[in-house]
Nanobody, 120 residues
């Protein structure tokens, strides 16, 4: 059974920074892509940033130039560095692992979510 363990959320003032980390734990042969999604109250879950195994990155337009995603393939870890945070970045952030190959086959997994609140 694969589990995604997230850390790094919290409360920060506008203009501040936070760093989110997520590690996939379990018997894992390969992960195609990892990323972060977020969901604010009353809104749909949206992609924030993703990174494929070959290092191709994708960012939501609203975070380009402020957020940076990175990945350690050997450690099955993905990190999201968030700078110049705005109140509209407040949401629950979810880690995602796409096309995870484990002894049970190929599947996608989600973390439990971590709250990010940007407020003065």
């Amino acid at each position: 059974q694969v589990q995604l363990v997230e850390s790094g959320g919290g409360l920060v003032q506008p203009g501040g920074s936070l760093r989110l980390s997520c590690t996939a734990r379990g018997t894992i042969f390969r992960i195609y892509g990892m990323g972060w999604y977020r969901q604010a109250p009353g809104k749909q879950r949206e992609l924030v940033a993703s990174i494929a195994r070959g290092e191709a990155r994708e960012y939501a337009d609203s975070v380009k130039g402020r957020f940076t995603i990175s990945r350690d393939v050997a450690k099955n870890t993905v990190t999201l560095q968030m700078n110049s945070l705005k109140p509209e970045d407040s949401a629950v952030y979810y880690c995602n692992a796409e096309k995870v190959l484990d002894p049970q086959g190929l599947d996608d997994y989600w973390g439990q979510g971590t709250q990010v609140t940007v407020s003065s």
